[in-house]
């Protein structure tokens, strides 16, 4: 009302100050004040400058106005002005938000016609106009293309393309997509964790989960204080603790050293009935045995064994690693024994690690003996595992 009172005695001047309204027009503008501003022009007989007709279609689209954006379009077109790219990729960032991908390919068509060249920003929306359209396989194509070329959309469109391809369980493609993350130095965030670990609590897809989070981890990923809050926000948000999303906490926090509050979930799992498998096992192993708490890792190998399960090659490579870097290659020649009564297939460095320990021990006669093994299996050594033998065998 105070505006309507404010601008009533403009309105009666018939002579009015083109200047006063320019002024008026573009503060009503910059205030972002979309409705006073539609009133004003609808009120006063007066044509905005061109910027101030942009600034005023960004202002719409902000305010999610997209149809009265499109109406001051078609009055640049009309007086033969060709919109700005940033006013461009406003309209289209609008209309994504407004989820109207139709007039997303309208504004697009037109851009392309006007001979406007589209940029990283431009791309970002039409990937998440793809997703909208479920048609996230043109996205990735689009997205694929423009990294090619150089570009990096923010994280909005890779997450936009993960959630997407995570609720049509193509795995394969949100592994490529955080690959891509990586390999352009766009990290992470908590959006895109939330999107695959909800999308796999739901479907209890328990490897593919492991899947794509050893692959974050492998490649330096892993933000425990988010991964944190995403946890708590689940449980808050009623989504059920699952195998799956305690054994990625348990697996972080012992990547962060924090194995007793590892070890305190892995233990509050059994009394809140969450099945433990043998990922769980390992990942508290192997932080165990990386903090050198031999004992507390024999136990947990001790424990796994009496409930049933099948051990891997992982459950024992941390376990021989630590054990022949501590002296006790005895001990960990009788877990390779057990490793291989059970039909495990041994991870090839653990025959280095144990010709180091042999090595370090003295033992010439035997070392030689599994060196002789490994090349008989046309196992390739590791370099410093020669260059110890050969030190040894020197001295």
Known sequence: MAAKNFFRP?????????????????????????????SFLTSVDFTPQPASLEA????LCENGSIEEALKVFDELQKLGICPLLETWNSALLGSVRARRTDVVWKLYGEMMGSGVAGDVDTVEYLIQAFCIDNNGLKGFG????VLEDGFVPS??????????????????????????????????????YQEIIRELCKRRMRHEGFQIFNDLKDRGIGNLKEAKELYNEMCCKGYKETTVSCNIMIRG???????????????EMAEKGIARDIITYNSLIQGFCKEGKIDESINLLAELLEKGMQPSAATYTALIEKLCEMGDVDEAKELWEDMQNRGVEPAVCTHDFIITGLSNKGNVAERIEW????????????????????QCLSQ
Do not use: W
Not at 56 to 59: E, I, L, Q, S, T
Not at 142 to 145: G, I, K, N, P
Not at 377 to 386: A, G, I
């Open 155 to 192: 994280n909005v469109a890779f997450n936009k393309l993960i959630s997407g391809f995570c609720k049509d369980r193509y795995y394969s493609r949100v592994s490529a997509l955080l690959h891509a993350m990586i390999a352009k130095n766009r990290r992470s965030d908590i959006f895109t």
């Open 253 to 267: 926090l012992c990547l962060h050293g924090r194995t007793e509050e590892a070890h305190v979930l892995f233990q």
């Open 371 to 390: 060196l002789t093994a490994m090349l008989r299996h046309n196992l390739k050594p590791q370099k410093q595992t020669f260059e110890r033998l050969i």
């Open 56 to 59: 005023y279609v960004r202002c």
């Open 10 to 38: 403009i309105n009666s001047r018939r002579h009015r100050d083109k200047l006063a309204c320019d002024v008026i027009f573009d503060s009503l503008v910059e205030a972002k004040a979309a409705n006073a501003a539609k």
């Open 142 to 145: 689009l997205l694929r293309q």
